[in-house]
């Protein structure tokens, strides 16, 4: 049998990680600027986690939701003091798209309606509502079209406006756009958001999956804004690769059983990995040192030759070149053996390390960058 080819992939295998390091079956090592699309948000192979994985496999792996889970509670209690929402109420899930899913669920459960406004440039994953929101056709099937959704310009304050009625069920975007090419949504546009939101009886959900859990040198980056949304969607660092997310939900929901549901989320190893993320993200400091680094590395970015703009915040960066980066991405992997990522804009390079990434190994990337770079013709 063979896979189904929906990937185009690098000739590389992985066989070994420790903190941004990879190496492949020969030995060769890489330096992962990338984190798997922003999933390892606390390095490889990270000793603490590995420690508390291990332990949990060793009592209890999984068992359902028709149980109590005492870690389902203690990250809920985590998460609450983390992210500032301490009234808030957690589900837990397993990706990204489907925390997207339930969110968009809830918020239609929660006032009868249908209409969601969306963002031009936006993604939020490939199960059917959330692709359906998802500003790229090519990945919507016949069957997931959806004439309920709206998708207006990012930032663009009128046409938000305009579009916002009594029949609008739920706003949905990420704070930072990451597959869209690290496009920051404003700050008044957020609260206006909100504000319309409220004014209309309609929900905000800052969809958190690639631009939250401290990446931004904030918990979610929707919050700098002065704003709480209704619901956050997180997923990808919260884990740092053992497949878990969340929806943390305002206390204006009220839950009713049966209303979400799912056999694998929550369970034993995934709160225990996620425990682990946290007690490292907090005893690590992380959330400050993305800020810190983000706002370091984003200024030496700012004097690279061909550099047309740098967006982002904290480690989640955008370079945006003169020039399309796939011919540079290919040579930074294969002859420099760093991983970078790209995006739906052809011209910018995407940066999502782990949050706990040395500084040294960013100044070895401005060096490679910076040569690189003077091979290209302005
Ligand atoms: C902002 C955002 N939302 C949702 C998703 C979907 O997450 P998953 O692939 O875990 O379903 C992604 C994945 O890249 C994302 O970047």
New binding site residues.
């Given amino acids: 049998m063979s896979l189904f080819q929906v990937y185009p992939l690098y000739d590389i295998e992985p066989v070994k990680g420790l903190g941004e390091y990879l190496w492949d079956k020969n030995g060769v090592q890489y330096l992962d600027l990338y984190g798997g ?1 922003a999933v390892i948000s606390i390095g490889h192979t990270h000793p603490h986690y590995l420690k508390k994985i291990t332990e949990q496999i060793n009592k209890i792996g999984f068992y359902s939701n028709s149980i109590h889970i005492g870690s389902q509670e203690k990250l809920a209690e985590r998460l609450s003091k983390i992210s500032g929402c301490e009234e808030y109420n957690l589900f837990l899930c397993n ?4 925390a ?1 899913e339930n969110a968009l669920k809830l918020a239609s459960f929660a006032n009868g309606r249908k209409k969601i406004i969306a963002f031009k440039g936006a ?4 199960t059917s509502l ?1 692709v359906a929101c998802t500003d790229n056709p090519s990945i919507i099937a016949p069957i997931n079209e959806n004439e309920n959704i709206v998708f207006l310009p990012l930032n663009d304050l009128q046409a938000l406006e305009n579009e916002m009625n009594e029949e609008v069920c739920a706003v949905i975007i ?1 704070g930072i756009q ?2 869209g090419g690290i496009q920051l949504a404003n700050f008044e546009f957020l609260r206006k958001i909100k504000e319309l939101c409220t004014r209309f009886g309609a929900y905000m959900i800052a ?1 958190s ?2 631009c939250g859990y401290g990446r931004t040198g904030n918990f979610f980056y929707h919050d700098l804004s002065g704003i709480k949304a209704d619901i956050y969607t997180m ?2 660092g919260m884990g740092n690769g053992f497949p878990i ?1 969340g929806i943390l939900i305002s206390p204006v929901f009220k839950a009713k059983n049966g209303m979400l549901g799912t056999t694998f989320g929550g369970n034993h190893l995934a709160c225990e990995a996620a425990l682990a993320v946290l007690d490292v993200i907090e005893q690590e400091n992380l959330i400050e040192n993305a800020e810190n680094l983000g706002n370091w590395l984003m200024q030496e970015l700012k004097t690279l030759p061909h550099v047309k703009e740098i967006r982002g915040k904290g480690l989640m960066i955008g370079i945006e070149l003169d020039f399309p980066i796939a011919t540079l991405r290919d040579k930074l992997i294969y002859e420099h053996k760093m991983f970078t990522g790209n995006s739906s804009n052809k011209n910018t390079l995407r940066l999502l390390p782990a949050l706990n990434i040395a500084k040294s190994s960013l100044v070895q990337f401005l060096e490679v960058l910076r040569n690189e770079l003077k091979n290209y013709k302005a």
Avoid at 123 to 126: A, D, N, P, Q, T
Wanted: glycine share 16%; no cysteine.
């Fill in positions: 699309h990706s990204g798209a489907e997207n993604f939020h994953g490939r959330a990420e990451g597959v969809d999956v690639q997923a990808k997310a």
